[in-house]
């Protein structure tokens, strides 16, 4: 690409983009043995960020959506796959060019005080990415430092301090004073609120959104807190046991969610009303485990779709399974095959990876 | 009158450490009367959770230290007790679970030895018969072949199945209190929602009262009748869960409330509490709300208001709540349950 292009988005508007992207982790059983199986923490993932955009990733514990913040940093290894900035290839690249991309890459971790060295100042913690990059020295470094710290909400004096003065949500402020220092035009939020009290959060949801106004950044915000992301998402993906089950612009998707995970996920959250509004579906069953996770349809085992689908097909279509210690009678195609994540119209694209319902 | 099954009466807590002496929880009342679900609400550092380890006798005394005040539970007073009476009452009569159910279990036993312990030592009961109880016990909680499970040690199970057995263990003997520090906020939503019918099930079949300390405010709406708002140390709202959401008098309350981002309405900036949760070592002086606070005047950093009834059955600690007249609660007192009738918004999919 030339260099003209670098300062555009690449064909499809995307600043970054993951194409079938795959983290697997093997598992050992011995010390000389070699992987007996996969982990397959993220399992063919595909989406793009557009500039200036924020792209929310949610799901549960253990779906792989920290995985994939950390793999398109580059932070872990990727089994396969790839991820295209600005239409070039962060897989493909050369280390000395990587090291020049990454200036505009940062995350924000979700514990402030395990992600700040406790041995450095704030003022070292900010200022060690310009040191790295070579941007900035002596006086011109301490400006932007305290400009830096100032933008967040914090004291410019504060850079002499230490992470442990600081509460939880001073520190997140300073994770992510660290994250914009060289002026990044895309942050992976990997959970940046939910270790903060309620009446923080919301501080550092306006201080992440004030900011992307002002610099035109875009966002991958992973969070297991439908309304948070709802709130801060232009785009939702919906990830379970390493794949996106649903991903479409979040107001599509909260109005009309379609596949039933997501449905199960919107209807689990309390809410703040003691008279409450909508019906609820208790899924049965657990998230199982991802070295070992369904085969057709992960979520065939505690979709309540499947079972009502089955109860009207044809009895040649449907097979019976044991789930949660109960027999159930299921499609065979949910059992047997895995869906793809299909983009239908509607308003806006909006796709979902189900058989019953996509 | 119904009489209330727990009564907290002006209890402080104070621990003394080197530097100096901290009041974790200051002039506290509340009660809970048998089959309701009372819920303490608070940030972090606001008190909940000593509250709670107070009224077990689970503090650890000194550095801890009951200032003052009193714990009644059915009449008896509980930090005047002996330990031996207390050992009587704790597990048995009042149970509790915790946060992190990983930690509250002991990973070389299994959970079948674990829920049995409790058992023979309330129940003075054999070892077959306390396994037989905690079976009974594990299917009660939802757990699918709980003869298998009682072999299981705490590292093959999941989160979810963990927090059950915690619950499992707790309700062995039949408490008639449970308190719930944070039971589910270790786990998944579609878990959490498990956990939460399953807690609704026992209050509805056993008429188990429930003293339920969260943070989210989604959590209380749906399961408590009446809650108490906690902040720096004293409770500063008192009301039943509809008067309170509906018209909340405590500006932190009202604050709390603004700046939760709800489902199904987009804001485009969220309001927000300035300021940060002070630490119990520096808390500020007269209302603890008061740096915070959109509404403060003089008074406010001079006089701590008490806790008075601001309008009917509903207690708020404000200088400036309308009608901050009445007399200062003794203990703030409400007998009200919902109505929770089964199965009446739950579609369990099965």
Known sequence: MSEAGKSSADENGALVEARDLRTWFPIRRGLFTGASGHVKAVDGVSFSVRPGRTLGLVGESGCGKTTVGRTILRLIPATGGSVLYRGRDLFAMPPAELRRMRRHMQIVFQDPMSSLNPRMSVGGIIGEPMQVHGIASGAERADRIAALLHRVGLDPAYARRYPHEFSGGQRQRIGIARALALDPEFIVCDEPVSALDVSIQSQILNLLRDIQEERKMAYLFIAHNLAVVEHFADEVAVMYLGRIVEMAAASELYANPRHPYTLSLLSAIPEPNPRPTRTRTVLSGEVPSPANPPGGCAFHPRCPLTRHAAGEANATETVEIESGGERIRILKRCRCEVPPLETRGGAGPHAAACWVNG | MQKPLLEIRNLTVAFETDAGRI??????????????????????????????????????????????????????????????????????????????????????????????????????????????????????????????????????????????????????????????????????????????????????????????????????????????????????????????????????????????????????????????????????????????????????????????????????????????????????????????VAGDREETAA
């Open chain 2, 23 to 340: 009041v974790p929880v200051r002039d506290l009342s509340l009660t809970i009367f048998p089959a309701q679900t009372v819920a303490l609400v608070g940030e972090s550092g606001c008190g909940k959770s000593v509250t709670a380890l107070s009224i077990m006798r689970l503090i650890p005394q000194p550095p801890a230290r009951i200032l003052s005040g009193q714990v009644l539970f059915d009449g008896r007073d509980l930090p005047a007790l002996s330990e031996k009476q207390m050992q009587g009452i704790r597990g048995r009569e009042i149970a509790m679970i915790f946060q992190e159910p990983t930690t509250s279990l002991n990973p070389v036993y299994a959970i079948g030895e674990q829920i049995a312990e409790a058992i023979r030592l309330h129940q003075g009961v054999g070892r077959r018969a306390a396994l037989a109880i905690a079976e009974r016990s594990l299917a009660d909680v939802g757990i699918a072949d709980p003869h298998g499970r009682l072999r299981e040690y705490p590292h093959q199970l999941s989160g979810g199945m963990r927090q059950r057995v915690m619950i499992a263990t707790a309700l062995s003997c039949r408490p008639r209190l449970l308190i719930a520090d944070e039971p589910t906020t270790a786990l998944d939503v579609t878990i959490q929602a498990q956990i939460l019918e399953l807690l609704r099930k026992l209050r509805r079949d056993r008429g188990m009262a429930i003293l339920l300390i969260t943070h989210d405010l989604g959590v209380v709406a749906e399961n408590a009748d009446v809650v108490g708002v906690m902040y720096a140390s004293r409770m500063v709202e008192f009301a039943a869960v509809e008067d309170l959401f509906d018209r909340p008098l405590h500006p932190y309350t009202q604050g709390l409330f603004r700046s939760v981002p709800k489902l199904g309405r987009k804001m485009q900036r969220l309001e927000t509490i300035a300021g940060t949760v002070p630490c119990p070592s520096c808390f500020p002086s007269g209302c603890k709300f008061h740096p915070r606070c959109g509404r403060t005047r003089e008074l406010c950093s001079e006089t701590e208001p008490d806790l008075r009834e601001a309008s009917p059955n509903h207690w708020a600690a404000c200088h400036f709540v309308e009608n901050y007249s009445g007399a200062a609660a003794v203990a703030p007192m409400l007998a009200h349950r919902r109505e929770i």
